[in-house]
């Protein structure tokens, strides 16, 4: 019941808000540290092509359609540090107010994403309540 793309998605998405906050709240913990160097985090969807296609993921070489073969898509989080950029004179880069803003709009990430899984259980439920 809770194997579908979009209940999934919705679970890796708070996962992934989460550890997202957590690098920025660490960015603006460190914003003292002599030489720290901020960090980013990035999300990405990655495909995992589950079938033998040779240029599309739902159609085999000849161009027949491939019953269940769907591939696998998973959100994925790229953190990266910026190395070459200085804020101030003691080689740490962390700029306040961008991790500011950062953190604000990752927390209306975090939120609309647990509204969107709230939902979900509630469609869940009432399915549930009607059989």
């Known amino acids: 019941m809770f194997k579908n793309t979009s ?13 997202k906050q957590k690098i920025i709240s660490q960015n603006i913990a460190n914003d003292s540290t002599p030489g720290y160097k901020a960090k980013t985090a990035e999300f990405r969807v990655i495909l995992d ?36 950029t200085n804020q101030t004179l003691d080689g740490n880069n962390v700029d306040i107010e961008k991790e500011g803003l950062a953190l604000a709009d990752t927390q209306i990430q975090y939120n609309v994403l647990s509204e969107k899984i709230m939902k979900e259980f509630e469609m869940i439920k009432t399915a549930l309540s009607k059989t």
């Open 7 to 19: 209940f999934r998605f919705l679970e890796q998405g708070l996962d992934l808000t989460w550890q």
């Open 49 to 84: 092509k589950k079938c033998k296609c040779s240029y599309h993921p739902y159609y085999d070489k000849n161009g027949v359609l491939i019953d269940n073969s769907h591939p696998e898509m998973n959100l994925t989080m790229d953190v990266t540090t910026e190395p070459n």
